[in-house]
């Protein structure tokens, strides 16, 4: 009830007399509408994250679920703001104004909000499908120039076999890597998968500030703070 008086409004204001509320623009309508709606966005955004489907031993971080809801609620209010807004009466004591017909109704954000989090689900696994499958290499050893991730395998290798099996073509070059995919703004924003980029290195993010990557001939394919030096690129593949 409280959304639904957010997004659309109270007819009970005016029957109570609070004048304050008679005369209300379009654009202030479709403010309090669309904020109505991103409560309710961040509302299914979290509980998808907390039905018993998705109840395992690990953590996730639901803030990139949230950022990728909210921004393709975003892209689809855009859309729909690009439509005409109606000029017609006001049911508030005979006054007149503009009817905004852009805003998206409570049934219509329930969608676009499904739809983002399933979309966001579906990178997330993805992305916790390619550590899963990486990490079953930890310990094997550092060959330079190699690929295999059982005999040996340089850094670069390694990210390039681990997405092979994927189906995913990669360089084996770890200055190349840094364009593939799409940017990544910071490690805050790094998911499971994403591809971490230094001066002479790559590796694969784990996730709580760790990445797992074929670090040298002493360690192997193994696990470190994925601060351990300066961070050029975060490329995201998947």
Request: some cysteine; aromatic content about 8%.
């Amino acid at each position: 009830m409280i959304i639904r008086k957010v997004l659309f409004g109270s007819t009970e204001a005016g029957a109570q007399g609070k004048d304050r509320y008679r005369f209300v623009s379009a654009p202030l309508r479709r403010g309090v509408k669309k904020l109505g709606a991103s409560v309710l966005v961040t509302m299914l955004a979290i509980t998808a994250f907390t039905v018993p489907s998705f109840a395992t031993s690990k953590t996730y971080d639901n803030t990139y679920l949230e950022e990728t809801v909210n921004a393709e609620y975003e892209k689809r209010m855009k859309a729909a703001e690009n439509s005409s807004i109606e000029e017609g009466a006001v049911s508030t004591e005979g006054t007149s104004g503009e009817i905004d017909n852009a805003a998206l109704s409570i049934p219509e954000a329930e969608s676009v909000a499904q739809e983002a989090v399933d979309i966001a689900i579906e990178q997330k696994s993805s992305g916790e499908a390619v550590i899963e499958f990486a990490s079953q290499f930890i310990g094997n050893p550092y060959r330079y120039g190699g690929s295999s991730l059982t005999s040996g395998t340089d850094c670069s290798g390694f990210v390039m076999s681990v997405y092979r099996n994927f189906g995913i073509s990669l360089p084996h070059s770890s200055s190349a890597l840094r364009s593939v995919g799409v940017p990544v703004a910071s490690l805050a924003e790094a998911q499971p998968g994403d591809i971490i980029c230094y001066s002479g290195h790559v590796g694969l993010y784990l996730g709580d500030g760790r990445l797992l990557s074929a670090l040298g001939s002493r360690y192997g394919i193994t696990i470190n703070s994925a601060t351990y030096k300066r961070i050029l690129a975060i490329r995201r593949v998947v």
